[in-house]
Each structure stands twice: as C-alpha cells, then as structure tokens.
DNA sequence: CTTACCATGTAAGGCGTTACATGATTCA
DNA sequence: TGAATCATGTAACGCCTTACATGGTAAG
C-alpha cells in the first residue's frame, strides 16, 4: 500500500490549510509539530511525490520572487482521506526516551553520570518551554478562531508536560545527591 | 556495523543484571521499561545473535522446568561496551505522539472528534499512572539499595508526567466544551 | 566573494513491525 | 482436550535517517 503512512496525513494536514512547497512543508513541521513529530527532506519529497500519484494532491511549478519552486494543492480526495485519517482512532503514541532508558540501567555507572543526563535534558526542556510559552501567548490572542484552537491544544500539551519534566528534573536531582 | 542499535544496548543493560533468555528479555522489556520503550521478539532475538556475534555476550542451552531454554551471558567485553555507552551524551528523545497531530490538525473535523481523542487518551493515561503508582510504592520501600534507585527515577518520570497529561486533559476538555 | 539560505531531490542502509511458522508444557 | 503460556525464530515489507548531489539567490 502506499501513501498509508503517517507522513503523508501530516503533509495533508498542513496542505488543506494552504497549498505549499516541499521546502515550506519541512520548515512548518519544524516550527510547529516538532515536539511531537519530525521529518526530514528524505521522507518528504518522497511522501509528495506518492500523494501527488494517489490524486490527494496536484502539482504546479511557479517562479515567486525570481524562484522556481513546485507548489502542491490538495485535492478533494485528498481532504477526504485526511477527514477519514483524523476520524480513527489513534493506534500508538510512540515514545522513545533515551535520556530514561540510560537513567534506568544507570546503575551501571553510578550518580555522577547519571546527573550529567538529567542536567543535559533539563537545559532543553528549559530552553523548549520558553519558546512554548512565547506560542501560547501569542495564540490566547487569536484562539478564538477555530484553526488557531487546535494548535492552542497541542501548545498547552507541551507547556504543561515540559512543566512536569522540570519538577521531576528537581526531584530527581535531589534523590541522587541529598545525603541521607 | 552490527551491533550498534539501541536496542543492543537495552539488552546488555539487562544482561548486566542477570542472564536471561530471549523470551524473559521480552517480558522484562514490557513489563520495566514499556512506558518509554518496546521492542518485538523480531528485533530481540536478531539483535541478541549480533550480541553474541560480537562478543558481547555467550549463550548456553540449558532445560529449567522441564522447557530448553537459551539463556544469554553478558561478557566483561559486553560490560564494557554497555558502560561506554551509558557514559555517552544523548542523542536524541524521540517522541511520536499520534494523538497530537490528529489534534493538531483537527479543525478539519471538529471539536466532537477532537473529544474523542482526548478521552480515549485519558483513559489510557489514567490506566498506566494506577500501575505506576503501585510500582512507585514497592520501589520507595527498598530505593535505599543502588539498583532500584535509578528504577525508581524513571517510575517517578512517569508519574509526573502522566499527572501532567490529565491536568492538560482536563483544560483541553473545557477549552473545547465551555461555552464562552 | 563567500556564506547563508532557498529549493529539490536520490540512494543506501538500518531499523522495526507484522505476520508467519513451529512446537512443547501447563492448567482448567 | 483445548486454551493459554512458554519458547525461538524467519521473512517481508515499510519506514526513516543520513549522506550525497546539485544549483540558484540574497546579503554582507
């Protein structure tokens, strides 16, 4: 079966709300699903290309500020199958936490490396969480209309979680170097 | 190169604690480390025979209980290439929440779908924190010993986090239900 | 003039899930 | 006797990352 995978609901997804390039489709998934989902130019094209031969979406090469790039649209059929997608339930949320999995066996090596892993994700669940709040802010402004109320959703999933991955930083932290 | 997936090195780190047989590997994987990671018998047992392959372990057939079993030794070799790499920055956590990119993109079908992804996920979500929490219990009794306090680090991520998805599936749920 | 960014792709290889295949033992 | 569990694997396929390859434009 093709164009059954993820990729192409998520590419779908971000074409019924304008049409775009392959090179816009990266840069929106990077700034706005990248917490929770990623994709590289290498699944990209290749998931275009596919969605273009099942009808979902059409092509057409334009010149916008003396660039030639392909746009492509979404097509009827196109919406229908990303409606159906959206519709089922969700199968799996997938969640591959390296930081835990080395926490867990860290036994193996003792408190000091185990603090270097907790300190390392705690910097970049810093720093993520005040990019999330900068959305959110920007989002409560305009959330009452409809788009903007899902993406509202997700952003506040973030915010809330990163929040929970802090207090767990502390307490984690604590339990290795408080004396006893 | 053979031997160099992650999940080589979640093997290794149960090795390092006891030997074990392909088969309790698996039930060891689903029952400790399932909240942040999975694997299939048909990636255990290959990466298991690269194991060996490379040293890192030995196997032996051996009849326990009147059922032959293949139980698999971690080697000092083994050791050393497990404690190299828990010393190693991590890379990357990857997560892949399907449930939010339906969200995300869920003013194509309205807020009555959106709602149904929210309270199956909730369901699931308050399902797993009840087992946490009991595993948290047994853990805090004994957490004084090495071994288990890096365990309960990771059972205590959980809880967290979990309780941090049901506070955002509560406000979700509002934002999507109050009339204003 | 050179660095960064815009823009589109291919190829190889690794990773991982799913389904299939087999067979023994235990328990109700 | 039949279902559940123990136990070990293979094969196919799909998915995804990484590296490679190319070339144009904008800005300093």
Redesign the interface.
């Known amino acids: 079966m093709q164009s059954e995978n993820?990729n192409t609901?998520?590419i779908l997804?971000l074409l019924?709300h304008k049409p775009l390039t392959g090179y816009e489709i990266k840069l929106n998934i990077d700034k706005?699903?990248s917490?929770?989902?990623?994709a590289g130019y290498g699944s990209i094209y290749p998931t275009l290309a596919s969605i273009e031969n099942s009808g979902y979406a059409t092509s057409s090469s334009i010149v916008e500020n003396s660039r030639s790039k392909i746009i492509y649209t979404i097509t009827e059929k196109g919406?229908e199958h990303?409606?159906e997608?959206?519709?089922r339930?969700?199968?799996?949320?997938?969640?591959?936490?390296?930081?835990?999995?080395?926490?867990?066996?860290?036994?193996?090596?003792g408190d000091a490396?185990?603090l270097?892993?907790i300190i390392?994700?705690e910097e970049n669940v810093r720093a993520k969480l005040a990019i999330f709040e900068v959305y959110e802010k920007n989002l409560e402004n305009v959330s009452?209309k409809?788009?903007h109320?899902?993406?509202?959703?997700?952003v506040?999933?973030g915010i809330?979680?990163y929040?929970?991955?802090l207090?767990?930083c502390k307490?984690?932290k604590s339990?290795?170097t408080d004396k006893?």
């Open positions: 993820k609901f998520i997804g019924a706005q699903l917490f929770f989902w990623n919406k990303l409606k997608w959206l519709e339930p969700v199968k799996k949320d997938e969640l591959r936490y390296e930081t835990l999995v080395k926490l867990f066996f860290s036994s193996e090596v490396e185990a270097k892993h390392r994700f009452t409809e788009k109320k899902y993406i509202l959703l997700t506040m999933f809330e979680t929040k929970s991955y207090i767990w307490k984690a339990l290795l006893k």
